[in-house]
């Protein structure tokens, strides 16, 4: 078992910043890739970014391209996500998941273990 906790979100004006983290404990985190999705009222929840277990490849969603920076720091089970450039559009709770696979991927079926989410709030 995996159990996932963000931090980080918050109120934040349009073309600032905000760097979400994601504490893991339980089994060995970086066996795990992992990965950050987002759920905006009254939408589905969409894959934001994924970074495999030895950071060595990265994935995202491509309203975030150039924006967003995911990254992991194993030794201390944690990773995080650098949200640069904010848009009211970026507005969210964002979840962090787990998946016990080498092989990152965007659709959130194939993660195993999700956190509770940190509501992220960008006003214009």
């Known amino acids: 078992q995996v159990q996932l906790v963000e931090c980080g979100g918050g109120l934040a004006q349009a073309g600032g910043s905000l760097r979400l983290s994601c504490a893991a404990s339980?089994?060995?985190?970086?066996?795990?890739?992992m990965g950050w999705f987002r759920q905006a009222p009254g939408k589905e929840r969409e894959f934001v970014a994924a970074?495999?277990?030895?950071?060595?490849?990265?994935s995202y969603t491509d309203s975030v391209k150039g924006r967003f920076t995911i990254s992991r720091d194993n030794a201390k089970n944690t990773v995080y996500l650098q949200m640069n450039s904010l848009k009211p559009e970026d507005t969210a709770v964002y979840y962090c998941?787990?998946?016990?696979?080498?092989?990152?991927?965007?659709?959130?079926?194939?993660?195993?273990?999700w956190g509770s989410g940190t509501q992220v709030t960008v006003s214009s």
């Open positions: 998941a787990a998946r016990a696979s080498a092989v990152i991927t965007t659709a959130k079926r194939n993660y195993n273990y």
């Open positions: 339980g089994r060995t985190f970086s066996r795990f890739a």
């Open positions: 970074i495999t277990w030895g950071a060595g490849s990265t």
